[in-house]
């Protein structure tokens, strides 16, 4: 299996390393006393590391259009477009 074969899969690459240097650059600018947790779910902790909580999530979403393409939105937009699923044919 290559890696990155589709556009949709190298966009997802794009996508998570994007996501990966907000995180990283939301890191380095942590307050030590805020968890990591609190960063991501709680809103109001939120507001003062954007960049890491934005960061994470991207890179998320880059890694579910990298590696689950095949198996999770690619039969969800071929549905939308054919009007039926795979199984179906």
Known sequence: MRIADTPSKRLGLVVMGCGLCAAAYGVSRFNPWTSVESCLF?????RGCSATRWGVWTAAFGLLLLFLFDYTLKPFFRWIRHGKAARNR
């Not at 709680?42 to 939120?46: L, V």
Request: aromatic share 0%.
């Open 42 to 46: 709680d809103i109001a902790t939120a």
